[in-house]
């Protein structure tokens, strides 16, 4: 099964519009730490904002934050006033702590965000 | 700070050929990871260590990967010998730690392409 999924294979914004990227995982794990990462045409993996499954709080970092909804194994970021930088590919991952041989960083399949002027 | 330094950041090579990749982490992490990523998926780990010691190397493909961290810090994963499918592009990772609320830095990664 999948542990990481992301809907969207691509999505289209306009310039300055808030944008959310849709993330839901899967585990039994009760800790577990999920991560944002973009990664623009030049290939580095940027990371972007990170949410402990004991955080009381949803996490932001400047124009991202991060819509933590724990029951529904969701989250979701969220970019306020998209910029033309934005345009890249993000990625959303998870890594459990607790279990055995689970210590490894997984990822999801990603969505191609392009923002247009 | 500087970042994880990864070279070269392109390669392409003959099948058959041996390829080998070098990492830098960032100064002071401990835990490394090798990553494999193939065209319009995410990563996947290949290895990881803690200094000097492969913790994880379950996803390796041992008849023909390999990969040393000695001293604790410079990393080079190596392939030999290379095939059609080993063509993707090899991501460097570093954190301080290895739990799982730990931030895992990426390099710019290298682009290999198997002719």
């Known amino acids: 099964a999948q542990k990481i999924t992301q809907t969207q294979p691509g999505m289209f914004v306009q310039e300055k519009e808030a944008v959310t990227l849709d993330c839901t995982y899967d585990?039994?794990?009760?800790?577990?730490?999920l991560f944002w990462y973009k990664q623009p045409s030049s290939g580095e993996m940027i990371f972007l904002i990170y949410?402990?499954?004991?955080?009381?709080q949803n996490a932001t970092e400047g124009r991202y934050s991060l819509n933590f909804q724990k029951a529904r194994k969701s989250a979701n970021l969220v970019i306020s006033a998209s910029q033309l930088g934005d345009s890249a590919m993000y990625f959303c991952a998870m890594r459990e702590g607790t279990f055995e041989g689970a210590q490894k960083l997984v990822f999801g399949q990603g969505t191609r965000l392009t923002i247009n002027p | 700070e500087a970042g994880v330094v990864q070279s070269p950041r392109y390669k392409i090579i003959e099948k058959k050929q041996p390829v080998a990749f070098w990492c830098n982490p960032i100064s002071g992490h401990n835990t490394l990871y090798w990553y494999l990523q193939n065209l319009g998926q995410g990563p996947e780990l290949l290895i990881r260590y803690e200094n000097e010691e492969a913790v994880d190397d379950s996803q390796l493909p041992k008849d023909r990967f390999s990969a040393e961290r000695l001293k604790g810090v410079d990393s080079t994963l190596k392939i030999q010998p290379a095939e059609l499918g080993d063509s993707a592009v090899y991501l460097c990772?570093?954190?301080?730690?290895?739990?799982?609320?730990?931030?895992?830095?990426f390099g710019p990664g290298t682009r290999l392409t198997v002719l």
């Open positions: 949410q402990g499954s004991y955080d009381q």
């Open positions: 585990t039994s794990d009760p800790s577990y730490g």
């Open positions: 990772a570093s954190s301080l730690r290895g739990g799982y609320t730990d931030t895992q830095y």
